[in-house]
């Protein structure tokens, strides 16, 4: 049997992994434009640092209209399948494990936790949703017309992430909390330590998770709901 998972159990696999990839692509880009062409395909960044990406995927769609995204792969546009292919494996993925909003050709806005209305924000909850089952953890959205959003995973190895620095690691755990919708602290701090290749281990009544990397250790209380409760950090410089 496949494992039992959520919407909300991938937004939070991803929350804090996929805030860092998009903090970093804005250190990597600084001002800029960019110019998508699906049919070539081609995916182009100009201005302070002209980029050429290694890797397009359409995952799909936020319109105002209709209230509702839809899959690269369901869109009646007809895209190139190496384009809107990504976007088939996550539908794939949400049949295996019955999460509708991946599995669906178009999902209403309001199916959505939170129950957003403005593009932008849905397009956030899916391409999140997308970056934890695809493994691809770079992303770009932008406007097409009409107050539509259209978003993308895109590659370049210059979208890596730098090693981790012990202070903007806690800045970002700290960013992430306070400004993110995250469900269950817990899960989505254990996630990105894991993914980030940083020691994480909680204590037997998992009221404490002790993360451990080149210069830092942080010891995170959570309270009686699971939510965090406080972060004791000592840091240096890694390799000190």
Not at 24 to 46: C, I, K, M, R, Y
Not at 193 to 209: E, H, I, M
């Amino acid at each position: 049997m496949p494992e039992a998972l959520t919407l909300a159990d991938l937004l939070d696999d991803a929350a804090i992994f996929s805030l860092e990839h998009q903090l970093h692509l804005g250190d990597v880009l600084g001002e800029h434009s960019w110019h998508a062409d699906l049919q070539a395909p081609l995916f182009e960044f100009t201005g302070s640092r002209p980029l050429t990406c290694t890797g397009l995927h359409l995952l799909g769609s936020a319109a105002p209209g209709p209230q509702s995204w839809m899959w690269g792969w369901a869109n009646p546009s007809g895209f190139p399948e190496p384009v809107t292919a990504l976007s088939a494996t996550l539908r794939d993925f949400g049949q295996q494990h019955g999460i509708a909003e991946l599995s669906s050709p178009e999902v209403p806005f309001d199916a959505l936790p939170g129950s957003p209305t403005e593009p932008a924000v849905v397009v956030g909850i899916l391409t999140d949703a997308a970056k934890a089952v695809s493994a691809n953890w770079t992303s770009y959205n932008g406007p097409v017309g009409g107050g539509t959003r259209a978003a993308f995973l895109i590659e370049h190895p210059d979208f890596q992430l730098p090693p981790p620095e012990p202070a903007r690691v806690m800045r970002l755990i700290q960013q992430a909390l306070s400004g993110l919708w995250i469900t269950d602290h817990r899960r989505a701090l254990h996630a990105y330590a894991v993914r980030r290749g940083l020691g994480a281990a909680f204590s037997p009544d998992y009221a404490k998770l002790t993360l451990t990397g080149p210069g830092f250790e942080a010891a995170i209380d959570f309270d009686q709901h699971g939510r965090v409760a406080n972060i004791n950090a000592s840091l240096s410089a890694p390799g000190a």
